[in-house]
């Protein structure tokens, strides 16, 4: 065991080089043997993935020394595909061998050709989605095509992540992959598939409850798992977004009312942070008795305006009846700790209170 051990320690390396300038002193022997080392580690991934013991000290091995790229036990089993994908975007790989990889992974017989084959068309796929340009009307909480792909292909990953994973301390490391994936985007776009994500495993939620009735015993026990399984991906989701307070301060701004109201009528732990933020932000805005409205006190404190700050309270009592008399109810509290005026511009609450109970009297009556 010690020998698999130190071979498996040599994953980290050469997912490395393929990845650097290194392998162009490669030729055709080196990426034969290259290939015949990942199908060796997918070997002892398919031995071992039922052995729990041997998938936790494997997976601690691969784990040994790595400051960034976080590897596990489930790496094992897409070695062949990690490695040649690396090879075949790095230009570095002269063109013999690079010659050599292709006619390798094309053979009939190659075990990662179907997975390789997936891969590059949802990359085709995703460049496809990026060039699409429709003129449909969309939702303001349905996000674009090429973020609905991002998000669905993000939800992959995390599901098999979890489905391969050691139950010992594995969710800290992965939402620490997670951070790791998360930060090579740029923060909008970051914002925008994880947004897309948590949405799209609410409407999971809802067709599998939909689709349960009438259905046999081992349709429910699946069904189960899979929801627990999207709850556990949903809770790495939900740890990166609201850990930092900066980054979920900054997620509010970026986001449309409309869709920050759709995820917090799904999400208890969402809706109580995002009422928290929208109360600090109401505090800092003033009422200016010569414009007669309420403004910015200071531009470094108070992030929304009197008008965005309406539309995000209407847009959270127009979520859902409970999320509608938990905000309500915020806002009267507010209003009584304010001196519980009756009287437009004494008190930001109560000013905010009279327009959203405006507005559901007005839908009441349409």
Not at 35 to 52: C, G, K, M, N, V
Not at 57 to 81: D, E, I, K, N, W
Not at 93 to 118: F, G, K, M, N, W
Not at 131 to 143: D, K, Q, V, Y
Request: aromatic letters at 6%; proline letters at 4%.
């Amino acid at each position: 065991m010690e020998a698999v051990l130190e071979q498996v320690g040599q994953l980290p390396a050469l997912l490395a080089v393929s990845r650097s300038s290194l392998v162009r002193d490669w030729d055709s022997v080196t990426v034969d043997r290259a290939l015949e080392w990942a199908r060796y580690f997918q070997h002892l991934h398919d031995r071992f993935r039922a052995r729990p013991r041997l998938r936790e000290t494997l997976g601690r091995r691969l784990r040994r020394g790595q400051a960034s790229t976080v590897l596990g036990f489930s790496h094992l089993g897409r070695c062949p595909q990690l490695l040649g994908l690396a090879l075949l975007e790095n230009r570095s790989l002269p063109p013999a061998a690079c010659h050599r990889l292709i006619h390798s992974l094309l053979q009939p017989a190659a075990p990662e050709l179907r997975s390789l084959v997936l891969l590059a068309r949802r990359k085709a796929a995703f460049r496809l989605l990026a060039l699409l340009r429709s003129g449909r009307p969309r939702a303001p909480e349905e996000a674009e095509p090429q973020v609905q792909a991002e998000a669905q292909l993000l939800l992959s990953r995390l599901r098999e992540e979890r489905q391969e994973a050691e139950p010992a301390g594995q969710a800290a490391r992965q939402l620490c992959w997670l951070s790791g994936v998360l930060e090579q985007l740029s923060q909008p776009r970051a914002f925008r598939v994880v947004a897309a994500a948590l949405l799209v495993l609410r409407q999971g939620r809802g067709t599998e409850r939909a689709g349960s009735g009438g259905r046999d015993g081992d349709s429910l026990d699946g069904n189960q798992e899979s929801a627990t399984g999207d709850e556990y991906v949903a809770e790495q989701l939900l740890s990166w977004l609201l850990s930092n307070a900066e980054r979920f301060s900054a997620f509010c701004l970026f986001l449309p009312g409309s869709l920050l109201a759709s995820l917090a009528g799904h999400y208890s732990q969402l809706s109580r942070l995002y009422l928290d933020l929208l109360t600090g932000w109401g505090s800092h805005l003033l009422y200016d008795p010569l414009q007669g409205r309420w403004v910015k006190s200071c531009l470094e404190k108070a992030e929304l305006s009197w008008e965005e700050l309406r539309e995000r309270f209407v847009s959270l009592c127009q979520a859902s009846v409970l999320l509608r008399g938990q905000t309500q109810a915020a806002l009267k509290h507010l209003k009584a700790q304010d001196g519980d005026f009756e009287v437009c511009g004494l008190s930001v609450w109560t000013d905010l209170l009279m327009e959203v109970e405006g507005n559901l009297r007005k839908e009441s009556e349409h």
